[in-house]
Structures are given as C-alpha cells and as structure tokens.
C-alpha cells in the first residue's frame, strides 16, 4: 500500500445510514472555513460551541467571531479538559447553558475539540428537547479517526467507561488534520493507538504500511497524516454503515477496549493513563490471550507490542506508573463491559493481524491467568 498522492487534498468519506446519513470531511484548512461549510451543507442556524479550555486557547476565537458575524451565534461553553469533565454533573451543566442559550430543536451543537468533548456535546444534544443535531469538529488524532464518526456519546461513571450514553449521529464531521499540529506529542500517541487498531482489526496490509510510515504520521508529515486519518475513518464508515447501534460487526471497534477501559476505570478517569495508552495496552492483552487460547500464530503479539512500543505507547499494565491494579479489581471492571451478555464477557481477539473476531468462549480463568502475570511482570526498560 503507498499512500495517494491526493492524501493532502480534501476527502468525503459518507457514512449511510439512510435518513441518518452524514459526510466526514476531512482537510487541511477546514476549520477557518468550519462556518461556511456547515451553512452551505445544513442551512443557517443558530449555533451553540461546546470546547475545552486547551482548544479555546487555539481554534475558539476565529470561529466564535465568524458566527457572530453572520448572527449565528448561540452561546459558547468552555468546559475544563480531560476525561473527568465526562461525568453526571458536567452533563447538567452542559443542558442548563445550552438551555440558557435558547437552543431549539433546528439549532446545532458544535462539538469543538477531542473525544471528550465530542462524547459530553453529543451526548447532550441527544437529550436536550429529545434531540438537537450536533456537529463535530475534532481536533485530536483519536477524535479524528475514532470519537467522531460512529454516534456514540456519552459519559463515564464510578462503575466504568462511558456506561451511561446514547447513540445519536452527528449531522457532519469536519476533520482538519492540520490542528494536530498544536496536539501534544503524548496525546498524538495515544490517537495513534487508535490508527493501529483499524489495522489490526481488518487490514493486515494497512498495518504493514504503519510500520514503515507511522513514524511520518506521528512526525504530522501531511501525506502520511492525511492517508492514515482517511483509511481510519473509511472503515469506521463502512462498519458503522452496517452495523450502527453495535449488534454484531461493529463490536470489532472495540479491540482492546475491554481490557483497557477497565484500566481507565482504574486509574480513576485521570492523565495517568490516557484512552489511547489504556487501547494500546489492551491490544497487546488481546493478542497475547488470542496466541495463548491458539487463534493466533505465535509471535503475532511480539510484532505487535514491538510497533506500539516504537510508537512509544505503553505495551504492559506495568508500564503504568504509581503501582499497580489488583486482578480482581479489573476483572471486576471488566465485567461492567457494555458487551456482556448472559453472565459471559464478549471479547474482541484475533486470529492474527488483520483478522479480529467477535467471542465468548474465552474463560475467566483464561482472562484471570493473563491478568495475574501481566500484573506481576515489571515494566520493559
């Protein structure tokens, strides 16, 4: 696979969902040009941003100001960055302002900012007057090839990650890889993770072609960002596409999920542990378990962890620093997975790279046995 040489050039990738339908646009640029897009493609409406206050510093101000000065503009809430703004009482707050603003049901949501943002907005505009629409304008890698496309919003509980929720799709996502380049580098990383796993899950050619390029996409080189962040999002579409609300095809998504949500849970919501470390971490848990239950060839982990690894993602629960959980504990929070069905956890592994499968046949002793000798292994140097 080489990467196009229009990767740089603007991309629509359509996610159908019948009456539902939506475009990803994905481009260089697009945010300085977010109103005129989303005017030309919804109509004029009043509209109301969500944002955090890191991505206000960056992108709020131009936007605010072009809706302003076409009188489109709502209200604006700043909300606090991380994944604990993702909680019951935010999600009060969040309704009573976009109340405050006089929103009604033909106004628009704007989620400007990472998956948080994307999952607490969108959330909210699901129930605000029974359904408002949103649109999303992501500006972390994770949120540009993962949170933003799909529908699912939502927010975290004390029981576990992103258990209270609602699918509701967004009317348009704008993607402007050229954001990232005031995204942290540990925060590129962790959206990378999220890049390996759309390979891992379904295609074993584009994983090989991380491995010679992801080290241009972490860089931001434009060609190999643009490439990454449209294959990413063209598969999403054409899984969401035939399978929306997660009843069979799409539960793929979820490779590395279930062990890395619980993880999350664990490290309490916090900059301990971001989504996209906790993903990789529960990738390389996946592999080693799928090698261990004999669908996958031996060594498929290894290559795995190795690429993660040069990514500089964590690959081991020990490499999470200030201690270490306990296997009941994350057995526990496993168990709180939104994919169990009938007392029996639904596990996302693999029969090699590029070839996840859907099961329920793997035992909690088997899961347990994982878990107590990851636990126990000190992080690699």
């Not at 168990?335 to 590029?354: C, F, M, N, P, Y």
């Amino acid at each position: 696979m080489t990467t196009p040489a229009s990767a740089a050039k603007t991309r629509v990738v359509p996610v159908a969902l019948g009456e539902r339908s939506y475009d990803v646009v994905i481009g260089a640029g697009l945010l300085s040009n977010a109103t005129s897009e989303i005017t030309q493609r919804l109509g004029r409406r009043r509209m109301a941003i969500v944002t955090d206050a890191t991505v206000a510093r960056h992108y709020l101000a131009p936007l605010e100001a072009e809706l302003a000065a076409r009188g489109l503009h709502a209200g604006t809430l700043a909300l606090p960055a991380g994944e604990a703004t993702k909680s019951f009482a935010v999600l009060t707050h969040v309704c009573d302002r976009l109340l405050a603003f006089d929103l009604e049901r033909s106004d628009l949501v704007i989620a400007l900012g990472g998956g948080v943002i994307g999952d607490l907005a969108g959330f909210a505009a699901a129930i605000l007057r029974r359904g408002v629409r949103f649109v999303q304008l992501p500006t972390t890698l994770l949120a540009q090839v993962d949170s933003s496309v799909g529908g699912k919003t939502g927010i975290n509980t004390v029981q576990g990650k992103n258990l209270v929720g609602a699918f509701h799709q967004p009317a348009l996502v704008l993607a402007d890889p050229a954001t990232l380049s005031t995204l942290p580098d540990r925060q590129m990383r962790a959206g990378y993770a999220e890049v390996v796993k759309y390979a891992l899950l379904g295609d074993a050619e584009f994983y090989a072609w991380l491995e010679r390029h992801g080290r241009d996409v972490l860089a931001r080189e434009a060609d190999a960002l643009a490439h990454a962040v449209a294959h990413s999002v063209a598969m999403k579409a054409a899984i969401v596409s035939r399978d929306e609300t997660e009843t069979g095809e799409r539960m793929l998504l979820n490779l590395g999920h279930t062990f890395g949500h619980a993880l999350e849970t664990w490290a309490g919501y916090s900059d301990r542990l971001l989504h996209g470390e906790a993903v990789a971490i529960g990738m390389c848990l996946a592999f080693r378990l799928s090698e261990r239950l004999g669908l996958a060839p031996p060594q498929t982990a290894a290559r795995v962890a190795a690429h993660l690894k040069a990514a500089g993602l964590p690959t081991r629960i020990g490499d999470i620093a200030g201690g270490q959980p306990a296997r009941d504990e994350l057995l526990h929070l496993m168990a709180q997975d939104k994919k169990k069905r009938d007392g029996r956890l639904t596990l996302i592994l693999a029969e090699g790279i590029g070839r996840a499968v859907v099961t329920r046949e793997a035992s909690e002793a088997a899961i347990a046995a994982l878990l107590a000798e990851e636990i126990a292994r000190p992080a690699e140097g």
